[in-house]
């Protein structure tokens, strides 16, 4: 049965429900858990976190129809920024047409260190630990069996000197994580390394921890846009995909608009790595990290014009060591929901997914930018603030918006007075 989402978010919330239901894109349970509101019960919370005293809730909304290596997915968005999730389903919906997000998983493995000090013979040690690498291997892997038995475990280990402020031993190991994100994993591992490497390398332990620079889970993703489908005007469009390219090459070579650049990526997936119950903390501190791979930080895409077939191309590289299981996944109602709108994804489907989600978010920006300007949206957006803030009922919030940007008079005390206005006429 085919889908059309035309007019979807003009739709009441229970039309929208309903819409869901007729076309069963979720099963009964995640159906109720949405209609009932069913979300995370306290005492689940309450076993999740310290001190806690209750739950924080934020708007749980999906972009329609995201095509992903000739796949089709409805992606779940944890945001509070409407034109978020607006950017994003117009990107996608232009992408959709050209062709979809083409994704490339680079390798899906995560890496973890044990920090080595007063090691009084560099090269002996790493001669000795090399020599004992496949042990060292093994007792990795025993420390941590049942993800061997699902296929992951210890892939590699090696180590490093580190001669900076103070000397250090580095012990890299990577590992399989399979389905899970392997903070866990990583860190049992390597606490049952600790030992054997102090005696190896005749030196203390500092630490032993997994790394969010997580160099061995990149991610790409890429697109081709249709020139033409970026304005009616042929010239016009064509100038708005040079500026995009234009757009790109600043956000590479000035780390002030790299930051806003990259920030706006992470609009997109931050929202989909919190509906899915991922750490969207360790996510973005390894791709900031990875933005600044080549000494300086710079944005995470690259837009440039294939001259031959007139389209946009655009690519985003950056580590996702995404996870379908572990952690807290299981036990948010709302995650599972999540889970089920997107058809229940492996770890590195849903990378490609989120990888995509970035790369479609900063093109709907940049258009934006080098168009009509990112204020026009933002300005309907503060209205919007401020009418709830003034206690605009359903049908007063859209009257009450437009006539604060007609004015634009964007104070709390003018949309109060604009509403006790209209309440009086009615």
Known sequence: MKLSWTGFSKKSLQERLKFLQDYHLLNENNQANLEYNHTLPL???????????????????????????????????????????????????????????????????????????????IKNAINNI???KQKLL????????????????????????????????IVYLTVDTQEAMGANILNTMLEALKTPLEELSGGKSLMAILSNYAT????????????????????????????????????????????????????????????????????????HAYASRNGTYQGLTTWSIKEATQTLYGEITLPLPIATKGGSIGLNPTVQVSFDLLNQPTAKELASIIASIGLAQNFAALKALVSTGIQQGHMKLQAKSLAL??????????PLVSQLISEKNFSLKRAQEILEDFRQKS
């Not at 934020?58 to 607006?86: C, N």
């Not at 047409?97 to 009084?120: C, D, E, W």
């Not at 100038?239 to 990526?265: C, E, M, W």
Request: glycine letters at 8%; hydrophobic letters at 40%; aromatic letters at 8%.
């Open 138 to 169: 093994e007792l990795a892997n025993q420390a941590h069996p049942s993800i061997v038995k699902r296929g992951g475990g210890a892939r590699h280990l090696h180590a490093e000197y580190l001669n900076g402020e103070a000397e250090f031993l």
């Open 43 to 121: 005492s689940t919370a309450d076993q999740m976190s310290e001190n806690v005293i209750g739950t924080f809730a934020l708007p749980y909304a999906f972009v329609p129809e995201v095509m992903v290596d000739g796949q089709v997915y409805q992606v779940p968005f944890v945001t509070e920024e409407p034109s978020v999730v607006a950017a994003a389903s117009f990107a996608a919906k232009m992408i959709k047409r050209s062709g979809g997000f083409k994704t490339t998983i680079h390798n899906r493995q995560m890496i973890g260190q044990v920090a080595l000090y007063h090691v009084p013979d």
């Open 216 to 287: 061995e889970a990149l991610v790409t993703a890429t697109c081709e846009i249709d020139i033409r489908f970026l304005d009616r005007n042929k010239s016009e469009a064509l100038d708005i995909a040079k500026k995009i390219v234009l757009a790109s090459q600043f956000a590479k070579q000035d780390p002030y608009r790299a930051s806003t650049h990259n920030k706006g990526i992470f609009n997109g997936i931050d929202a989909v790595v919190l509906a899915t119950g991922n750490d969207w903390r360790a996510i973005e501190a390894g791709a």
């Open 389 to 398: 803030l003034a206690g605009a009922q359903d049908t007063e919030i859209s």
């Open 130 to 132: 090399q020599e004992k």
